[in-house]
């Protein structure tokens, strides 16, 4: 604090300026930002290198700085009075909108968010990062874009921040942030209420159903489920799956055979939309669960047949350690086997339950 006190005048807004550009900045981008003469920058930085608070990023390319410990630029962020910290932001993200200056894509929503950005623009950009974070299955980054983006959708447009929402629910989904996933859809169901797309609503109801249901939170799970059988569930298959969350639900409450009439209910519904792994997977671990083993098993066999020959790599990962431990508690040791190598050829790397069956039981 004392070495930054030091520094005052122009060369003291020239630091802050570069302290929210980032860690490490262009003279130019901070000379945009400011409106001046990239050589006033660049006299008020060469006296900040001068009192060890800036070095050259490069020792070849004199026009990239950056500052010599964390600390100073965190300090020297913090002290900027909030009015002008926003207006700094927004001048980041207004300069690279222009084209005036260049910064990494991954590094714009954040300026667009903080600088109090509300539009087309500032949504865009922390929706282009998201997807970008999605693509090479960073879900904690990308969830933290569709955060950024929520902040700066307007307020009145419900539809958008739904969507938000919804987006933000998957990549919480995606990085096994159950608590942060209901939240924010949650939030998309009661904006989509609000405008009357009961379909959409309702595909969220049965996502929140799932989640509940997998966390054993059986009584939310079972709110959820039963209002999306309630609202026009579009798909006989999203029908299908609530049957077999409540089927399950059932049998875990110990109302056994009322759970296995649902699950049967449900995979007649799936059948006859084409079939579907997912409810045959519940069916599955119901039958076992009321210890109807070789039922079970043979459900859940088939099942994992059908998932591979469509390469439903999350079917897999659920039939395939679902038949793993069913086996390995017979001692089928090489039916064991034969399941946990089905999961390894086609465990999703973004599907955490695939994955720590793998990493475990291998």
């Given at each position: 604090?004392a070495?930054?006190a ?5 060369a ?5 300026a ?15 930002v ?11 930085v060469?006296?900040?290198?001068a009192r060890?608070v ?6 070849i ?32 993200a207004?300069?690279?909108a ?21 539009g087309?623009?500032a ?46 629910g998957?990549?919480a ?11 924010a859809?949650s939030?998309a169901?009661?904006?989509l ?22 966390r054993?939170k059986?009584?939310e ?7 999306a059988l ?7 298959i ?11 639900i ?9 759970g296995?009439?649902l ?42 047949m ?41 465990a999703d ?12 039981n291998?």
């Amino acid at each position: 604090d004392a070495r930054l006190a030091a520094i005052d005048g122009r060369a003291a807004r020239t630091l802050a300026a570069a302290a929210v550009v980032g860690g490490e900045f262009r003279i130019g981008m901070v000379a945009s930002v400011l409106g001046c003469a990239p050589d006033a920058v660049r006299e008020d930085v060469e006296g900040c290198v001068a009192r060890g608070v800036l070095r050259p990023a490069d020792a070849i390319d004199r026009e990239s700085f950056t500052f010599t410990h964390g600390l100073f630029q965190y300090r020297t962020y913090e002290m900027i009075a909030p009015p002008e910290r926003r207006r700094l932001h927004r001048a980041v993200a207004d300069v690279v909108a222009a084209g005036t200056a260049a910064m990494p894509r991954a590094d714009l929503p954040r300026h667009a968010a903080l600088g109090g950005g509300a539009g087309t623009f500032a949504v865009d950009c922390c929706r282009e990062a998201a997807e970008a974070a999605e693509a090479v299955l960073a879900f904690e980054t990308a969830a933290r874009n569709w955060e950024l983006a929520i902040d700066c959708a307007p307020a009145n447009e419900p539809g958008l921040r739904a969507e938000l929402f919804r987006r933000l629910g998957w990549a919480a989904w995606a990085a096994t942030n159950w608590e942060a996933a209901s939240r924010a859809w949650s939030s998309a169901v009661d904006l989509l209420a609000s405008l009357g797309d009961d379909a959409r609503a309702a595909r969220l109801m049965l996502a929140l159903g799932d989640v509940f249901r997998w966390r054993l939170k059986l009584d939310e799970s079972e709110q959820w489920l039963r209002r999306a059988l309630a609202a026009p569930l579009g798909e006989s298959i999203d029908r299908a799956r609530a049957l077999a969350l409540l089927g399950s639900i059932r049998i875990l409450r110990l109302d056994t055979q009322a759970g296995l009439d649902l699950l049967e209910q449900a995979e007649r519904l799936a059948d006859d939309a084409g079939g579907d792994p997912v409810v045959s997977f519940w069916r599955a671990n119901g039958l076992l669960l009321a210890r109807r083993i070789t039922q079970g098993v043979a459900v859940g066999r088939e099942a994992l047949m059908r998932a591979r020959q469509a390469q439903d790599a999350h079917a897999v990962g659920l039939l395939a350690g679902l038949l793993f431990h069913a086996d390995l508690a017979v001692l089928k040791i090489s039916d064991a086997r034969r399941d946990l190598r089905a999961l390894k050829e086609c465990a999703d790397p973004s599907d955490v339950a695939s994955q720590i069956y793998v990493l475990i039981n291998g």
